[in-house]
């Protein structure tokens, strides 16, 4: 079992930044890859970034690429993601996600085995 904790979430102006954190417990954090999903209101889960297992390789949904970046420090058991530039269509809760896959990278929701409770991010305009 992964416990994951997401922090960070809060209300920004359009064009602001915010950093995400998200602290695993339990197993090995270095075995799992990460991601990051989001939910707005009344709209299915969609996929944000992911991160391999040692932080070298990375992923992102063409709505946030140039703009997000995802990162893992495995001697803090976190990842983080730093949303810049933040646009009023990026407003949902933010989940964290942990996979077991043998993959580097994973952007599939179903491919993901522990999620974390979620922190809401809401952008202004």
Known sequence: QVQLVESGG???QAGG?????CAASG?????????WFRQAPGKE??????????GGTTDYAD???GRFTVSRDNAKNTVYLQMNSLKPE????YYCSASRRPFFTVRV?????YWGQGTQVTVSS
């Open 10 to 12: 809060g209300l920004v």
């Open 17 to 21: 930044s915010l950093r995400l954190s």
């Open 27 to 35: 197993r090995t954090f270095s075995n799992y890859i990460m991601g």
């Open 109 to 113: 929701l179903g491919q993901y085995d």
């Open 63 to 65: 709505s946030v690429k």
């Open 45 to 54: 889960r969609e996929f944000v970034a992911t991160v391999s297992r040692n």
């Open 90 to 93: 990026d407003t949902a809760v």
